[in-house]
């Protein structure tokens, strides 16, 4: 069932819905496990959800196992720049709003966290605060880092020299090597190599090398790799726990490890073709994804503190959702769509600018203004006297004409913008 050379891959609804299971997971985790906003010891508002929930945390990691698979499929066929815009336009928008909401948020009712400055705000804007030393706005917003982190370094090793599969695994498999070397011996490349994201980036990069090309012993060895790499690295996170578990430390890593390892083998049934589905719905509820996951934490907690006294926690929790989804849905039609559309125009037309097409030699190297072709033409020099010089008289040399052969150059069409 291989996808024919040359033909791209059709959209794998499958991956919208395990976006949103992912963001489920992570939402439940942050609602229910956290007990700032529901004024008592963690968890405690509802102590036995939170023993499931806990494990919520380790939906980023089914995110980033998707990034990976989603990119490689997303930069076929195209160069840095048209990727680069890509990024720009899918995360942005959302973003943008995010920050703003949040912010508003905490501004007016300050109940869980601390407002953020407006220039700590401002800085927020651009996605590069932690390079700034800036806090987030929302602590979720760290996986934004990591991705942006994936997004640098896939550029420069894959698409400058442009894309192929041969440089996707090399890639991979550098880094995956690199990031180890970083997370022990040089910590300095640590902020950059993502040690602990990394192997789950690399593990969705190899899956769909699979989905695309088929299955082979380097591919397989790259994801049997990133998987125990991933193990390893997750162990050593400490998560937020609740007040109240039944685990004990070494049941809570097992149970770890299963999920982690059950995203694989969801993803690798994905990337073998085994499961499909065409429900065209799953598309819709990807698309609440990103915005409810940027929304949900301390927005959700500022609602949670004001109804959890009028309402039973169950039914605090619920309803906090699905306004969180309500909000994410309005924001993906009023915000993320016009504002994508509107950039994706705005690319097209600089793509399509004069100064962008022009070849090296179309530039001129003298830093001084070229004359233009209706300046008036120089005065012929007077003629020589005849008998000015012994020996030749050297040959005028005719000025190069201003007017030359028009440049053609195609055109780019806003469909090769995606």
Known sequence: MKTPPGVAPSRLYVLDGLRLVAALLVVGFHLTVFGDAWGGPDGAALPTLSIYTQFGWLGVYLFFLISGFVICMSAEGRGLGQFAAARIIRLYPAYWFGVLATSAVLALWPVVREPKRPGDVLTNLTMFNDLMGVDAVDSVYWTLAHELRFYLLFGLFVLVRGYTPRRVLLFAAGWLIASLFAYHSIPMLTDLLVPRSAACFVGGMALFLIYRHGSDIYLWGLVGASWLVALQMIGTVSPYAPSR??????????????????????????????????????????????????????????????????????????????ILLVASWLVNRFVEKPVSGWLKRRFVAARNSAYLRKSPSDTPSSPHPTPSATAEAPAPAPAAPAMAAAGPVPAMRTPPSIDGPTLILPQVTANSTD
Do not use: K, N
């Open 245 to 322: 578990t039944v685990l004990s430390p070494t049941q809570i890593s097992m149970v770890e490890a299963a999920i982690v390892t059950f995203f694989y083998l969801v993803m690798a049934v994905v990337a073998t073709r085994r499961f499909t589905v065409s429900w065209r719905w799953l598309t819709t509820a990807g698309a609440l994804t990103y915005p409810l996951y940027l929304l949900h934490e301390y927005i959700g907690w500022v609602m949670i503190h004001y109804l959890h006294p009028a309402l039973p926690a169950w039914l605090t929790g619920l309803t906090v959702v699905v």
